[in-house]
């Protein structure tokens, strides 16, 4: 039961919205990304934008311990946050590795291309319809996740 008061009007409160769950054109976008995360072909015909990721703490942050420093990564991708995942995708999860994440059953979080203190995005080329989402220039090693055993 509900202890939510509705003020004014005779109509009962169920405490309910109209609202609706992952309805937005943004969040139905990062369903189809989540679903097909590293495939060229999730918006195809979109108007994509080239970022660059940059490496953007000291060499000797410890924050690059937990993930190596990839050097900087071009890739083509709607938004910045896309950017990151795109490159994320090219990383090993753990899954094929035995290695376990903190937090959840991938490793796909703890890529340093996720992390702002690690990696930048800077747009350098906006409203591309020639390119395809995917890394464009630069090299994503796939050791970046370090196995329990050996």
Known sequence: MSNVVKSGGDAPNNATTSNTFAQSVESQAQIADAARESSPNVGEGDALNIYKLVPLAAPDDPRW???????????????????????????????????????????????????????TVVEISHGRRDVQRGILEGEVSLDVIYPVQE
Do not use: C, H, W
């Open 65 to 119: 311990d937990n993930s190596p420093n990839q050097g900087e990564i071009v890739v083509a991708a709607r938004t910045t946050g896309d950017a990151r995942i795109v490159a994320s995708a090219r990383e090993l999860d753990f899954m094929e590795v035995d290695a376990a994440p903190a937090e959840d059953v991938s490793t796909r979080n703890a890529s340093a291309f996720r992390d702002d203190k690690l990696y």
